[in-house]
């Protein structure tokens, strides 16, 4: 979700790629699915989420359950899910998988005014083709887009109106 990693490059970080003080994940290129090296930012809320986790002095993976690393989440997000009371799984309708939070990254990074071309290097989507497929337009955008050219619309009307006083 702050990331925009993919579920293999999660599953397989381990602490010597986490820059804590530098704040960056530093993934090799054997780490990535198109095989280039990648360096993602650490947000603040993943800083403090980083800093609270435990670290076992047998394993360098970030990620472990039982003291062994996690190959598969499945299990444990079907059931977080039914928990939390949100569906799940991808042939149900609006069930949520792992991969939503990369497509939810992608879009939340747009929303937030980041240039395309710098979401793809952090997401390390190597084709504007797979960051448009990765990009949400959802109704909130629509009704931004529609606000936004209302305040278009007022400003030229200022504009011209301010022009007719002037002549």
Wanted: charged fraction near 30%; proline fraction near 2%; charge should be positive.
């Amino acid at each position: 979700y702050y990331t925009g990693m993919r579920r293999g490059e999660i599953l397989g970080l381990t602490w010597d790629k986490v820059d804590m003080k530098g704040r960056f994940i530093n993934l090799d290129a054997a780490d990535t699915k198109d095989r280039e090296k990648r360096s993602i930012p650490i947000c603040d809320e993943l800083y403090k989420m980083l800093k609270a986790m435990p670290r076992d002095i047998r394993d360098n993976h970030v990620f472990l359950f039982r003291g062994q690393t996690v190959s598969d989440i499945r299990t444990g997000l079907r059931k977080a899910c039914k928990e939390a009371g949100i569906a799940y799984g991808r042939d149900v309708k609006g069930g949520f998988i792992l991969h939503d939070c990369r497509h939810t990254f992608n879009t939340n990074m747009r929303k937030a005014g980041v240039p395309e071309s710098v979401i793809m290097a952090i997401t390390g989507h190597s084709t504007r083709e797979m960051f448009d497929r990765y990009n949400v337009i959802d109704k909130i955008d629509k009704v931004e887009a529609v606000n936004r050219l209302e305040v278009f619309f007022q400003n030229v009307t200022q504009n011209v109106n301010q022009e007719a006083q002037n002549e």
